[in-house]
């Protein structure tokens, strides 16, 4: 894999190594992707638990999933951070493992061996979780070129993938600061609606607000994504994986008691196979069922594209040249409550009242 000027990796191939088999081509779930008919069940839900809630992204059904399948003596592939904060996909097979895959990243990962590992994981006949990207998921399995009765896969509503180049430029801002510790796209010290970007280093700490932080606003933005992300082959409500988890965004409306602020998850059940892991972990859910066309009309991202910004070229082209927060800054004008606002809802003027009230305060 190599890098090009905006920081995202594309594969490469060594003439002096290739066969010609051609099979680089034939795995490629774009080019030969998997139809899909089916009619997706979907559930407002959240954890029991009220510290592993507050862990995670939205309602901590990630953590119910993947303890289910390490209970039962198998692997759970995700997101983490390597020892630099670059994010990449790593296994666990253990509970204690699990709080580095918690929490939205977002960030490309990087796959490397993993589709490797889990086939092997797979030969020896355990239990695999794969979570990750929907265009992730189409890859892994058409890497395998067959279903598996022991791989359970989970994926994401997505709104994009922002560019490792952009994320190490943003964390160069925090140089001075020493060592980071921690780092969490999803704080929710202030509320689920009013999430925010917070880091934590020996002796102080970080926090900004979605509206202020300059990760967040790039990323709301659609400033330094992917450019496969401006037109995904994966927005669907038909997709390849058994589960699909996001933020139940109009939750105040399709569910009102339900709303603490503190994260509701959108569980959308694609096969059977989802369906029997979802039944299995309902003891640890607090969960409603919903009507899944109702669900996800609220969050746009589930079957639309994000939209290609005019700056989004002069932005990228120049992140060597300024530093993030300036170079955000020049590039932002509008404040992101509007851009958030268009990100998470299409719906009507009244509605649409309603549900922003909290975040459109001050």
Excluded at 40 to 50: D, G, K, Q, R, S
Excluded at 233 to 250: C, M, N, P, V, Y
Excluded at 272 to 301: H, M, R, W
Aim: glycine share 6%; net charge positive; charged share 25%.
């Amino acid at each position: 894999m190599a890098s090009d000027q905006e920081g995202f990796s594309y594969p490469q191939i060594n003439q002096d190594s290739c066969i010609d088999c051609n099979l680089c081509v034939k795995c490629c779930p774009i080019t030969y992707g998997v139809a899909v008919h089916n009619k997706p069940t979907a559930f407002a839900a959240h954890h029991i638990n009220n510290d592993i809630r507050m862990q995670s992204s939205s309602g901590g059904i990630f953590t119910a999933i993947a303890e289910y399948v390490i209970g039962n003596n198998g692997v759970v592939f995700g997101a983490c951070f390597d020892n630099w904060f670059n994010v990449v996909h790593d296994y666990a097979e253990t509970s204690e493992d699990l709080q580095k895959m918690r929490g939205s990243k977002y960030v490309q990962s990087r796959i490397g061996s993993a589709f490797e590992q889990v086939g092997r994981f797979l030969d020896q006949k355990r239990l695999v979780l794969f979570t990750g990207t929907p265009c992730q998921i189409a890859g892994l399995k058409s890497y395998l070129r067959s279903d598996n009765e022991y791989l359970v896969t989970q994926d994401i509503i997505c709104h994009g993938v922002p560019s490792p180049k952009a994320w190490n430029k943003y964390l160069e801002l925090f140089s001075k600061k020493g060592p980071i510790q921690t780092i969490s796209f999803r704080n929710k010290d202030t509320g689920w609606s009013e999430f925010s970007m917070k880091v934590t280093f020996a002796t102080e700490q970080y926090r900004r607000d979605l509206s202020k932080d300059y990760f967040l606003k790039a990323f709301l933005r659609n400033l330094c994504l992917r450019p496969s992300c401006y037109q995904c082959h994966f927005k669907t409500l038909h997709r390849e994986s058994d589960i699909t988890l996001a933020d139940f965004w109009g939750i105040e409306v399709v569910l009102p008691a339900m709303n603490d602020d503190k994260g509701i998850s959108l569980v959308l059940i694609n096969s059977e196979k989802g369906k029997q892991v979802f039944q299995a972990i309902s003891k640890d859910l607090i969960c409603k069922p919903v009507d899944y066309l109702q669900a996800t009309k609220y969050n746009k991202a589930a079957t639309q594209s994000i939209s290609l910004p005019e700056k989004r070229q002069d932005f990228l082209a120049h992140l060597n040249e300024l530093p993030f927060d300036s170079l955000v800054e020049k590039h932002t004008k509008e404040k992101i409550r509007t851009i958030f606002r268009r990100f998470v809802l299409k719906i009507g003027s009244k509605t649409k009242k309603k549900l922003l009230h909290n975040t459109t305060k001050g």
